[in-house]
């Protein structure tokens, strides 16, 4: 079992910056991949970064085109922390952003999920 338990969510204005934190703990060494999802009131929940954690391709990233450029996922082994460093935010990145982890094909473990909200 992998445990996720997130951090950093609030209220900003459009154009300030949040840092959401997810801290794992558990079974980690089976994990393949992490990554944050977000889903906005009446929306799908849609993936925005993922990483890869293995030994050999540890630290390949990859982003949803819409925050491209304005958000880094990264993370920190020693502290088993994932974080999602969000810059130039929009309305529209208003949603509950959650972490996932992955060992397989679907992500299984999942964050209880971190409140994002971005004033005009």
């Known amino acids: 079992q992998v445990m996720l338990v997130e951090s950093g969510g609030g209220l900003v204005q459009a154009g300030g910056s949040l840092r959401l934190s997810c801290a794992a703990s558990?079974?980690?060494?089976?994990?393949?991949?992490v990554g944050w999802y977000r889903q906005a009131p009446g929306m799908q929940r849609e993936l925005v970064a993922t990483?890869?954690?293995?030994?050999?391709?540890?630290?390949?990233?990859s982003y949803q085109d819409s925050v491209k450029g304005r958000f880094t996922i990264s993370r920190d082994k020693d502290l088993n922390t994932l974080y999602l460093q969000m810059n130039n935010l929009k309305v529209e990145d208003t949603a509950v952003y959650y972490c996932?982890?992955?060992?397989?094909?679907?992500?299984?473990?999942w964050g209880q999920g971190a409140q994002v909200t971005v004033s005009s």
């Open positions: 558990g079974s980690i060494a089976s994990i393949d991949v």
């Open positions: 996932a982890a992955r060992s397989g094909v679907e992500y299984d473990y």
């Open positions: 990483i890869t954690t293995g030994i050999t391709t540890g630290g390949t990233s």
